[in-house]
């Protein structure tokens, strides 16, 4: 099997700005990094205002395992697959963040015969937004600190400053510090911590603000702390929000890069959907949409966190609707929900995939209590037997919706062109009755309790008074319109990552919230799910190196 890296580096790539040409974009509005990826300027972006709108297809998964389900790989095969049979097509993903790569999940831009090049710099720095991020999101911090070792004018209460700093690296040394020791010319000693560059609420924004004004506004609306008094202390006040919005200034711009099959593809922004709302940006969706007739886009792990949020928070925010939502699911991962062992995955077993398959029906049930209309995408492997696909296109139909076999790893776009006329169909026909899944004036303790019982099937969710009489307070502030983004384990609806397949009756436990007031949500964060990863005892990192040729080796 050749690996990933080198069917990348084979690429016979075309100069970014024909790739921008195919979608109307003039060369003076691209600005390269290299020759094979480039930002799109906002003039252009802003000069888009007042056209249609495209169609916006959705792809997202079951719950993932070590067996894998190819969702980005899934998104990309989809976007060649629509190009092939002649529609206009463009992709919109996110960017990777260097913590999984050098951990244990990998990359970000497909896999196989269905991939987004350059592959190397798309999952190392590319061009530079995640560093922009991390950069802003500590000059806040560091402008904390120096405010109250300046005298304290903001009355800042010392243990209540909940700003901590960001990394884009697992790393679980850092997850709780003290910081300021050594003296008084090192400030004020304090708890604190690090989360990972990808929950940080400056990449939210990013990913969720309209421009540049929107930007700064939604930086100077952060909370980083508060007072004695416990009255809130905002970015504004603290008179960072214009320096962060000048270190974001070229990052707010989307990235287009292509597929090996030459499809462009836009992929900007990363937050995690575990941790965070798992969407790339809006500004890259709505430019997408406005430059082709069909968007392919995806949502991070299952469609229990990533889709949940694509349409509770994104879809609610933009002003998105979705056409049509396609949902990847392997032989082997539906093995996996049935009990199956991952060394035993390559024996026939159809009567596991028939089992496995209620982690599936409860998410096409899900997607389907959206209003959406929903596809499986049964993403190929070689030791797949009739049987077993036959058990998945049978349960599948028995759901009411259809399952289309898919061999884009192998053959690129040309193994997607029967699910991808689907989609097509499904989209043009207008059939979609989107709606989120609670209001916004439902109270946030009642949003949380809604996604767990509804998406997950929770049969109680809990939370100490604490927790409880902070909702309420934000409720009495003006925050309750905000929707919840909960943060819990991708591998199970519960918040056991041991509970395979379709769990019915189990407690959500929520052990913290916090409010993104700039990014407008809070954060549910539940069971033992942590928004500082750490890195496996084998990290990806040991087999990463260069070659005699300078080349990378080890990476996928």
Avoid at 6 to 27: F, H, N, Q
Avoid at 159 to 164: G, T
Avoid at 377 to 388: L, M, R, S, W
Avoid at 427 to 448: H, N, R, V
Wanted: negative net charge; hydrophobic residues 40%; contains cysteine.
């Amino acid at each position: 099997m050749i690996p990933d890296i080198e069917i990348a580096r084979a690429a016979s790539k075309r100069p970014i700005l024909e790739i921008g040409a195919t979608l109307d974009i003039p060369p003076e509005h691209l600005l390269p990094y290299g020759h094979d990826k480039a930002k799109v300027s906002r003039d252009f972006i802003a000069g888009l205002d007042g056209r249609a709108s495209g169609k916006l297809i959705l792809v997202t998964a079951i719950n993932p395992t070590p067996a894998g389900e190819g969702k980005t790989t899934t998104t990309v095969g989809l976007g060649d697959g629509l190009a092939r049979i002649g529609k206009k097509t463009a992709i919109c993903i996110r960017e990777a963040s260097l913590g999984p790569n050098f951990g244990m999940k990998g990359g970000a831009a497909g896999g196989g015969h269905a991939q987004i090049v350059p592959m190397e710099e798309m999952n190392l720095h590319f061009t530079g937004d995640f560093h922009a991020i991390t950069s802003a999101h500590n000059l806040l911090a560091a402008m904390i600190d120096n405010h109250i070792h300046w005298g304290n004018e903001q009355d800042i209460d010392l243990r209540r400053v909940v700003w901590r700093r960001v990394v884009d690296m697992n790393d679980r040394a850092l997850r709780d510090v003290v910081c300021g020791l050594g003296g008084v010319p090192n400030g004020f000693p304090r708890e604190s911590g690090f989360d990972i560059t990808v929950a940080s609420e400056v990449m939210a924004i990013l990913c969720l603000a309209d421009d540049l004004n929107d930007l700064q506004r939604r930086l100077g609306d952060m909370i980083v702390a508060y007072r004695r008094d416990r009255s809130a202390v905002y970015a504004r006040d603290i008179k960072a929000d214009g320096a962060m919005t000048v270190l974001l200034r070229e990052a707010m711009q989307p990235n287009l890069v292509q597929t090996l099959e030459h499809t462009p593809a836009f992929v900007h922004g990363g937050p995690f959907a575990n941790i965070a709302h798992g969407c790339n940006s809006v500004v890259a969706t709505r430019t997408a949409l406005k430059l082709a007739d069909y968007v392919v886009t995806e949502a991070g792990f299952g469609a229990d966190l990533g889709a949940e949020k694509f349409f509770n928070i994104k879809c609610r925010k933009a002003g998105l609707t979705p056409d049509c939502v396609v949902l990847v699911a392997t032989v082997r991962a539906l093995k996996m929900n049935g009990g199956v062992s991952k060394d035993a995955l390559g024996s026939e077993d159809a009567e596991a995939v028939s089992r496995g398959c209620a982690n599936l029906g409860r998410h096409i049930q899900n997607i389907k209590g959206f209003g959406v209309p929903v596809v499986v995408a049964i993403n190929h492997f070689t030791g797949d037997t009739p049987a077993e696909i036959e058990a998945v296109q049978s349960y599948v139909a028995g759901q009411g919706a259809e399952a289309y076999l898919c061999t884009h790893w192998a053959d690129g776009g040309a193994g997607t062109e029967d699910l991808a006329r689907r989609v097509a169909q499904i989209a043009d026909a207008g059939g979609t009755q989107f709606a989120p899944l609670y209001p916004d004036e439902m109270p946030l303790w009642d949003k949380i309790q809604c996604v767990a019982e509804r998406i997950y099937h929770a049969h109680e969710v809990t939370a100490d008074t604490r927790i409880l009489d902070q909702l309420k307070e934000w409720d009495s502030l003006g925050y309750g319109h905000l929707p919840v983004c909960m943060a819990k384990t991708q591998y199970s609806f519960s918040t056991d990552p041991l509970l395979c397949g379709a769990p019915e009756g189990h407690v959500v436990p929520v052990r913290e919230v916090r409010l993104a007031a700039g990014a407008g949500f809070v954060v549910a964060i539940c069971g033992d799910i942590l928004t500082m990863p750490g890195l496996p005892r084998r990290p990806a990192a040991e087999g990463i190196r260069l070659n005699a040729a300078g080349e990378v080796e080890g990476l996928f």
